[in-house]
C-alpha cells in the first residue's frame, strides 16, 4: 500500500480550516493508504514554549486527532518525541542541507522578521521535517500550499542523500486537497482563516461552543450584493461560505449556490452544517479527554509500532554515509 505521512504542531487550538483543510483528509486516507499521523512537538520548541502548556495542548491534540477519526488500529498515531530517531536524521539531514537552502525557507523570512528571539532551530527546523518525512519510506504527503518550499526541500535533500551514498530513501511526493483546501477567515476572507488570535470573530475552533460557532458564522463578512454565486475574486466572502458548506456537504460550491437566493439563508445552512460536523467530534473528544491513560495507552503503542519501521530507515542512512556501527 502506499505509505502516507503527516504531522502537526501542538502549538494552538484546531480550527476549522485544519479540519477541512487537512485532518478530515488523513481519516479518509486510513482508507487507502498505510497512514503514519505524528504530533510534532519537536517542532513546537523552534519558538519558546511554557512546559507545562506544551505538554497538555500536545495530549489534547492527540485527543483531538483520535476524536476526529483517526483510528489506531488503521493508522501509526504518535508523538514525535516519543521517537528518538527523528532528532538523529535531522542532523544527517542538516549536513546534507546547504546554508543557502534554509535561507531561501519563506517561513523563515516572515517568521524571524516577526521575532524578538530567533532560534537556530527556526533555521534549521525543515531538516527535521524532512527526517520526519524521510524516516518513514513516504510516498506521499499531504501538506497545505505553506509547505510545499518545505516538502520540495525534503525531496531534493532524498535525491542528493541518494546520490552522494546510495540508495537510501524513498522520494516523497506532495499530495495536495483540493476541496477545502483553504477556509478563509470569516471577517477577512481573502485572508487564510488561522490558529491566530488576531481576528476572533473570523476564527472557528473546533472544541468552540458550538452556540457561539452559530453566531460567527451567521455574522461573516458578505458583500453588498444580493446574488449568490461562487466567484473567489469578485464575492470572496460569500465563496468562502459556500466552500465551507462544500466540504461539510460533499456537494459542489458552484451547485450548492443554485440553491440559496439570499445569505442570510446561506449563513444558516452554513452554520447547520458546520455544527453538526463539529458536534460528533467534541463528544467523543470528550469522553477521551477523561480518559488520559488510554490515549498514553494508545501514543505509546503507536511510538513502538513508529520505531519499527524508523529504527531500520535510521539505521540504513546511518550505515550509508559511513557512521561506525556500535558493536
Not at 508523538?79 to 531561501?104: K, P, T, Y
Not at 467530534?281 to 488520559?292: C, G, H, K, S, T
Request: with cysteine; hydrophobic share 40%.
Amino acid at each position: 500500500m502506499t505509505r502516507v505521512f503527516s504531522g502537526i504542531k501542538p502549538t494552538g487550538p484546531v480550527q476549522l480550516g485544519n479540519l477541512l483543510g487537512a485532518l478530515r483528509h488523513w481519516v479518509s486516507d486510513q482508507d487507502e493508504a498505510d497512514t503514519i499521523f505524528c504530533v510534532v512537538d519537536l517542532h513546537a520548541l523552534t519558538v519558546p514554549q511554557d512546559p507545562a502548556e506544551l505538554r497538555t495542548r500536545t495530549l489534547e491534540l492527540a485527543q483531538l486527532l483520535l476524536a476526529i477519526g483517526i483510528d489506531p488500529a488503521r493508522s501509526t498515531l504518535f508523538i514525535q518525541s516519543h521517537v528518538r530517531e527523528h532528532a538523529e536524521l535531522s542532523w544527517l539531514m542538516e549536513c546534507n542541507a546547504s546554508f543557502g537552502e534554509l535561507r531561501r525557507m519563506t517561513q523563515f523570512k516572515d517568521k524571524s522578521d516577526q521575532a524578538e528571539f530567533v532560534s537556530a532551530g527556526l533555521f534549521t527546523y525543515p531538516a527535521l521535517m524532512a527526517a520526519d518525512i524521510l524516516l518513514y519510506d513516504t510516498d506521499r504527503v499531504p501538506v497545505g500550499d505553506d509547505q510545499r518550499q518545505h516538502l520540495e526541500l525534503s525531496r531534493d535533500l532524498a535525491i542528493r542523500f541518494n546520490s552522494r551514498y546510495g540508495d537510501t530513501f524513498i522520494v516523497p511526493e506532495a499530495a495536495i486537497a483540493k476541496v477545502g483546501a483553504r477556509v478563509m477567515d470569516l471577517q477577512h476572507p481573502t485572508k487564510k482563516m488561522s490558529k491566530s488570535e488576531d481576528s476572533p470573530q473570523g476564527t472557528i475552533l473546533v472544541l468552540e461552543d458550538l452556540d457561539a460557532v452559530a453566531k460567527k458564522i451567521k455574522r461573516a463578512v458578505t458583500d453588498t450584493e444580493t446574488d449568490v454565486r461562487f466567484d473567489t475574486a469578485e464575492k470572496p466572502g460569500v465563496s468562502n461560505l459556500l466552500a465551507i458548506l462544500s466540504a461539510c456537504t460533499g456537494t459542489t460550491p458552484e451547485t450548492l449556490a443554485e440553491s440559496y437566493t439570499r445569505y442570510g439563508d446561506l449563513k444558516s445552512a452554513v452554520a447547520e452544517a458546520v455544527v453538526e460536523t463539529l458536534r460528533p467530534i467534541q463528544e467523543r473528544f470528550a469522553e477521551l479527554a477523561a480518559d488520559p491513560s488510554g490515549t498514553a495507552a494508545i501514543l505509546a503503542s503507536g511510538a513502538e509500532k513508529a520505531q519499527a519501521i524508523a529504527g531500520p530507515v535510521l539505521e540504513r542512512a546511518r550505515t550509508n554515509i559511513g557512521l561506525l556501527p556500535q558493536s
